[in-house]
C-alpha cells in the first residue's frame, strides 16, 4: 500500500522544479491570490504582493540559471514549511551561489500565503575564494 502525499507535501518539490526551469507561470500556481512576499537580502528589505509578483521575483531572483546544489524542508510546529537551499550556476553562467532560507506559510489548501526570504547575498567566484582562504568551513 503506498503512502498518499499530500497537496502541502507535494509542494517543496513543485516549488524546486519551476524554479529551476525558471517558469514563473508554474511558479505563480503555487501561491494564493494574496500572497505576500516579505525579503530580507543584504543591506535591503522588501515587499511584493500577488502570485506574479512574487513568482517573478522568486522565479528570476537567482543569480542567472542553475541548480540546487541542496534544497533541504522541515515542517514547523505551526505547520509551516521551512525550505533552506544553496543555489549554484554552472562555470559557463558565472559560477555564483546563493545561500537562502524561505518559510512558507500555508493556507488550508496548501498555497503559499506568505514567502519569508533570508538570503546571505549572491557569491561570485573570487568571494568563494576568499572566504575558503580567509574562514574555510568546519562543516560543509
Given at each position: 500500500?503506498s503512502?498518499v502525499q499530500?497537496i ?5 518539490e513543485?516549488?524546486r522544479?519551476a524554479v529551476?526551469a ?16 516579505d525579503a530580507h537580502?543584504?543591506n535591503?528589505?522588501?515587499q511584493?504582493q500577488g502570485?506574479a509578483?512574487?513568482?517573478a521575483?522568486?522565479g528570476?531572483g537567482?543569480p542567472g540559471?542553475?541548480?540546487f546544489a ?5 515542517r514547523?510546529a ?7 537551499f ?6 559557463d ?7 537562502e532560507v524561505?518559510?512558507f506559510?500555508l493556507d488550508d489548501a ?5 514567502q ?14 576568499r572566504?575558503a582562504?580567509?574562514?574555510?568551513l568546519?562543516?560543509?
Amino acid at each position: 500500500m503506498s503512502e498518499v502525499q499530500t497537496i502541502d507535501e507535494l509542494l517543496p518539490e513543485r516549488y524546486r522544479t519551476a524554479v529551476e526551469a525558471r517558469d514563473v507561470d508554474r511558479l505563480a500556481a503555487l501561491y494564493h491570490p494574496e500572497v505576500l512576499l516579505d525579503a530580507h537580502v543584504p543591506n535591503w528589505r522588501f515587499q511584493l504582493q500577488g502570485p506574479a509578483a512574487v513568482a517573478a521575483a522568486t522565479g528570476t531572483g537567482l543569480p542567472g540559471p542553475g541548480r540546487f546544489a541542496s534544497f533541504a524542508v522541515e515542517r514547523t510546529a505551526s505547520a509551516d514549511l521551512l525550505v533552506q537551499f544553496e543555489w549554484r550556476q554552472d562555470a559557463d553562467h558565472g559560477g555564483q551561489v546563493s545561500r537562502e532560507v524561505h518559510i512558507f506559510r500555508l493556507d488550508d489548501a496548501g498555497r503559499i500565503v506568505e514567502q519569508v526570504v533570508f538570503c546571505a547575498g549572491v557569491w561570485d567566484r573570487e568571494l568563494q575564494a576568499r572566504m575558503a582562504e580567509e574562514s574555510p568551513l568546519v562543516r560543509p
